[in-house]
């Protein structure tokens, strides 16, 4: 069983991420990329959502019918994301006027719907979890690095405004590169394409050549 949850975890990190292999989200992950504060706060509200929405999904699995389902889906994630709505408007305020209307989005982000549909609608709720754990911290961590990237070559600066999200102690985390002011195209939408472009292209690269080794270990000990 630790073997499943294994894998689910991989599989929303890194081989079926939200972002680098779906391709899922992309407004969000073109909209709120410009810093890596604003990418890791929408990925953890994601996360929340995605978590929470996969349980409840599993749980009435059984009781909700095949032709309404969608729409009870939908009331769910949308109740889920009222209440995280309100909880950032209330704790984190000074990120939810960045984040503004965008965390309301979450309602319609495909990942979630998709997620409950294609996985926590025929698994049980301690699976459903994880693979939600998963998806959602694979998508934040897909959001805060290329918000890093994009924050760094647009603005010069890197984890702006960090002690907003996690707190005064974490002030450190703001650094600015001295004498670079940024490139205006890096945190408008086609750096964001461009960026992403590139990362996908890296991750492929990275594949086939651990693909390649990994069948010449296979050669080698065949031999």
């Known amino acids: 069983m630790s073997d499943s949850y294994g ?14 292999a779906q391709l899922l989200a992309m407004c969000p992950t073109m909209a709120v990329t410009t810093s890596g504060t604003n990418g890791l706060g929408m ?12 349980i409840l999904v599993s749980m009435i699995r059984h009781t909700v019918s095949s032709q309404v389902r969608i729409p009870v889906f939908v009331v769910l994630i949308a109740t889920l994301v009222t209440v995280v709505d309100m ?20 309602v319609v982000n495909c990942a ?44 010069g600066t890197l984890f702006a405004q960090a002690s907003n999200l996690l707190g005064p102690s974490f002030a ?23 960026i992403l472009g590139f990362l996908l292209a890296g991750k492929r690269v990275m594949e086939q ?3 390649e080794r990994s069948a010449e270990k296979a050669e080698l000990a065949a031999a």
């Open 7 to 20: 894998k689910l975890m991989k599989d929303g990190l890194w081989e079926n991420n939200v972002v680098f």
């Open 43 to 54: 990925g953890l509200a994601t996360t929340a959502v995605l978590v929470v929405s996969n």
């Open 87 to 106: 909880a950032m408007n209330a704790w984190l305020h000074e990120l939810y006027k960045v984040l503004g209307l965008f965390i309301a989005l979450i």
């Open 112 to 155: 979630i719907l998709g997620r409950a549909e294609a996985f926590a609608v025929k698994n049980g709720v301690v699976a459903s979890a994880v693979d939600g754990l998963a998806m959602g911290l694979g998508f934040t961590g897909a959001l805060t690095f290329i918000g890093l990237i994009r924050e760094f070559l647009g603005s």
């Open 172 to 194: 450190f985390l703001e650094m600015k590169l001295p004498g670079y002011g940024g490139a205006l195209l890096m945190i408008l939408p086609p750096g964001g394409f461009a």
């Open 209 to 211: 050549r651990i693909q």
